[in-house]
């Protein structure tokens, strides 16, 4: 009747790029280099629906090919919730971790959690979204890149 899933992306920072978070773009002097917008934060959501019902990963069915050169990520995870509502399964809640040195998205948060329950299509307080930096150390402590990690709880429709 439930399903977990657990995901997870990393992508380094690269100069000339926008900076997108959960789907909201964020003010920086650098944004992260990827096939698509890489949004890590929707990546790691998408990764996590997919995993949550056993279908696989992220690059099976969003290849870094033309199409989805620069693809806005939003329009991916609604292709994920799409793929979770034709298996029988909607969303019950997310929670998210963001691991930056910088920018700080504090006050980016609220809108994040907006966007995400759009697509989702949940309440806005069903998305939890937390950051936290890591203290200096390794790659994302060095401000190489961002890392996400997201968590979500699946409910089958038919026990509603």
Known sequence: MFRIGLGSDIHKFEKGRKLVLGGVEIPHTHGLMGHSDADVVLHALADALLGALALGDL??????????????????????????????YKVVNTDIVIMAEAPKIAGYRAMM???????????????GIKATTCEGLGAIGRSEGIYAQAIVLLKEKKYD
């Open 113 to 127: 959690c907006e966007k995400i329950s759009e697509a989702l299509n949940i309440n806005r307080h069903c998305v």
């Open 59 to 88: 690059g099976k069915y969003f290849p870094g090919d033309e199409k989805n050169k620069n693809r806005n990520s939003l329009e991916i995870l609604k292709e994920v919730c799409t793929m979770v509502w034709e298996k029988g």
